[in-house]
């Protein structure tokens, strides 16, 4: 695979410059206009620094074996690039208990702040525990998550339903939102845009919490 063009960015990884050439795949899919924009950002904008390697996460065995037992094609680019990606606690993890925020591992790959740097985008990955709830929460940004591995019962405003590999979930501006895994756990991409300040992130009072 030839590297992405990226001209003047640090040394890349083949396995990370295919990672990101899935996901530019997937957003081009949605078809949304700021998921065309996400899809041509990735593929065209370097990051301000190379991805390196990673210590591993607490989470990093379980999302490994979600991974493996995966069928959508990005559970594989992931796997290959996991050791590149620099997952991390909740960035809202401040607004959450010690227990609520030791369900998940997030990594944000496209942001203000970078990696990839993009003025009114956010993108990442997120991964959820078996048999967790992920409180009742929303925030100014739009947002839209894509089912990678795994599943959740999902509640997207007034709508609840088991979402599972391969389903684009839109959350429009402050529809609040919440999902429960089951057994297998979740691991999904997401995307903000629109306006993506992160101090509007709030939960919400929530009696399945």
């Known amino acids: ?4 063009n990226h001209p003047g960015a640090a040394m890349s990884s083949p396995a990370f410059d295919r990672l990101l050439l899935t996901l530019s795949d997937i957003y081009m899919a949605e078809g949304r206009e700021a998921a065309v924009r996400t899809a041509h950002a990735l593929t065209t904008t370097p990051a301000r620094t190379a991805f390196a390697p990673q210590r591993p996460c ?3 065995t379980m999302m490994r074996a979600l991974l493996a ?4 094609p990005a559970a594989e680019a992931i796997l290959a690039a996991q050791d590149l ?12 208990s010690e227990s609520a925020a030791a369900i998940c591992a997030v990594t944000t790959l496209m942001g203000p702040e970078g990696p990839i740097p993009a003025p009114d985008l956010r993108l990442g990955l997120f991964y959820q525990r078996p048999n967790a709830y992920y409180a009742l929460h929303n925030h100014d940004a739009d947002e839209t998550y894509v089912i990678l ?3 959740a019962i999902w509640t997207a405003g007034d709508d609840t339903r088991h979402r599972g590999p391969g389903d684009y979930i839109h959350h ?3 529809m609040p939102h919440a999902f ?3 057994g297998e756990g979740l691991l999904a991409l997401w995307r903000w845009s629109g306006d993506v ?8 009072p929530d009696a399945a919490a």
């Not at 695979?1 to 992405?4: E, F, H, I, R």
């Open 58 to 60: 607490a989470l990093d």
């Open 85 to 96: 990606i620099p997952w991390g606690t909740n960035p809202v993890a401040d607004r959450m």
């Open 180 to 182: 429960r895994t089951g």
């Open 149 to 151: 591995a795994g599943g």
């Open 1 to 4: 695979m030839a590297p992405l």
């Open 197 to 204: 300040n992160t101090h509007s992130y709030a939960f919400l």
């Open 69 to 72: 037992d995966a069928a959508h």
């Open 172 to 174: 429009p501006s402050l």
